[in-house]
Structure formats: structure tokens, C-alpha cells
């Protein structure tokens, strides 16, 4: 039955591709994109990432192109930063791309700005395909009512491990287990394995905002902070303890290997991070790494949610009909998932999920701990991201590591990021 149902869509989706195609020819106007009377429409597609993701993004636009011979996609791709550099000196100029990769903290910056289509519209009239979605991830880009990127994949933190470090200092986290359980398994780990027991969480967002959820709290609300400075004195004053003890890698050797992980080069037996990067370190290491689950302070609440990276649309595009049905081909079609993989996550639309079998042993870890914690019902709400909301992780990230490296004290530290923050998000 599954099979039927996927032929179907198939054949449902190249039709309305073709029909879309067609809709081209008569668009008008350069904008973002471009098109003449007559002639295919070109649309612009940009993303970050490294030349492994740019080799099947490009692979995936040949095959929409051979679908759809009457839109023409017109790539461009960066690393993370210069991606963001250059996307913000587009939006400026009023010619940013058409279509884009994008993520949750940036929508409400961006939607403020009135750079982000609303794909809703395009959902209403048939061009964008809205069904089939795993756990509810077509409402992740929802924004005050207004659609405003559609996930291509999901991930959520994990605690991502070194098997052989954890075996040797004989430490098997299961489900449920605590902070206190953590700390123990981080003292194992020094005296029995002889290195730090993480790399160091301490400028990580998403895991403080997971600990703030525990606790009822997030870091963020809606217009602000969601937590004190008292929350985080404390926090970081026991980080900066564990740096000086060896518990946690030593912030120099850590920055000296960037880009590369502390984790893979055998500076720490664990790190915080999302799970799809359990992949990057299996790359860049030596050693095999599992996904540990996330500890908690009851055995039971992780605060856990569900992340994505996203497609979204430019509110200048003069071919929102064509995004769209690019976005519909990129989120649902069966070919695209298997080329895609686990790359930005565990794929989004079950046309897709089911379409990748994964057959390494990583991808097949992904698939698993998103499986347990979706059955162990811990997902809950992400949490909300305001306006300015990438500047504070930056800062976060920023401070906490100077703090690492001896460059100011814990509490000035935290004065200096709220300072940061709160301007950032103008409150």
C-alpha cells in the first residue's frame, strides 16, 4: 500500500511540476529570478554546507531540472558564516535568492524584515505539498500564521559518545539517566581512560536551553531571555570548575584542531551536539560513536525537541509558483531522499524517510535515537526564537569560549552576554 501511495504522489507531483512549468513561461519580470516569454524561468537556490552536501544538492537540482525542463535552478553555496554574510548583503540590496536553506533562529529576524515568502498561499493554490510530514513538521516554520520555510529534514540534541572511551571507563547510558549519573561518567572517564570527560558544553545554546526546560524555564520567550543571570552564574561557574580539573577538555587544545571536533581527535569521551553530526565525527575519527540519550535531572523530562533545517522562499521572488513546486519536489520526492540521505537530518516527509534505507551503521543510529525518543514521548514544543536570535547564540558561543580561555571572569563573563543579548534583541 505504501508503494501505490508513493507512485501516485509521484505521478501527482510531475504533473503539477509540469503544470508549474508551464505557468513559466508566461512569467514576467527579472527579480530575483528570471524568465522571458517563451523561455524556461531561472530561479536562484543557495545553501551553506561543505562540497559533500554541494555534490548531492547539485545532484538533486539535475534531476528537478530533468522533471521540470521549463525552470532552470541557478546554484550558489557557502560555509556557514560567509553564507550569512553574503545572504544578508543580498537581502539588503533587495535581491536575495529565491529559494534558500534556512533555520529556525532566523525566521522572525528575517520575516521582520519582510524578506521571507509566505508560502501558505502557495500551499492554498495546490504548488506546495503540506502532506506526509513526520512528527508534525510541517508546522516548524510557522510563524504567526504565516509559512515561512518547509523542513527538508529533523534532528535533536543528543549527548554523542566514543564507544571505546565509554567502554573502557565502564559507563552505559540508558535512557532516563541523570545529570549526577553524567558527572560520574565524566570522572570515570578521566581516571579510567585518561582524557576529559566532554569537550566542553558550556557555549552550547540548544543544551543550556535544554537544562533551562528541565528545570520550566528556556532561553528563550517570545521577545526576550527566558532565564536570569542568577540562572547562569552558577552554570558556568561549575563549567569553568571542570575546565580546571581535567572533566572537561582543555579550551586551548580544543581551539587549536577547529574546525575539527574535540571529540573525534580524541580530546573528550562525549559532546553535545545535534545527532545527524554523529556522521562528521565518524569522518573526521578513529574510533565508532553511538548517541548517548540526553540526561536528566527527574529520569524523565529531557526537554527535548525536534530541530530542521528548512527551505524557504524570497518575498521578492518574481516565481513564487515555481518556488514552491521546487521546495514540494525537494521535501517529497522519493529520488531526492535517497540521494540526500541523513545529510541535514533525518528526512522530513515519510516518502522520503521510507525511500532511504540507510545501510551504514551510523545513518542506521541516526534513525534510531530519533525513533526512541519520538517512543519514549519525551518531544515536546521547541522552543521559541525572536528576532536577533542567531546573534545570541553567536554571542553565547563567543563569551563562553573567552570565559574557557582565561580571558574574564564568570561573572563578568555573564554580564557581558546579557548585555549582548539583551541589545540584540532589543529589550
Known sequence: MRMSRHVERRTFLKAAGASLAG?????????????SSGGPVTIRYAWWGADDRAEKINKTIALFEKRHPKIKVKTD???YADFWKKFNTQA???NPPDVFQNAVGFL???DAKRVLLDLGPQAEKGNLDLANFRAGLEKFGEIEGKLLGVPVGSNSMGCIIDEKVYEKAGVTPKTGWTW????????RIHDRAGRAGDSGPYGIMYLYDLVLRQDGKA???ENGLGFTESDLVPYWTEAMKRVKSGLYADPKKVEQIKPKSALAQGLAGGEFTWDNFTARYTAEGDSSYAIAPIPTKDGKRTGQYLGSLMLSG???TKHPAQVAAFISFMVH???VGQIMGYDRGVLSTTEQFEAFRPTDPVSKKIAAYEQQIADAGVLEPITPHPAGADVVEAAFLRVAGDMALGKAPVENSVKQFFTEAKTALGS
Open 180 to 187: 549526577e549519573d553524567w558527572d560520574d561518567a565524566l570522572i
Open 92 to 94: 539588503a540590496g533587495g
Open 219 to 221: 532561553f528563550f520567550t
Open 314 to 316: 524570497s518575498a521578492r
Open 23 to 35: 505557468a513559466g513561461l508566461t512569467a514576467a519580470g527579472c527579480g530575483a529570478g528570471s524568465g
Open 333 to 335: 520526492d522519493p529520488e
Open 77 to 79: 553555496f557557502q560555509q
Open 108 to 110: 522572525r529576524k528575517y
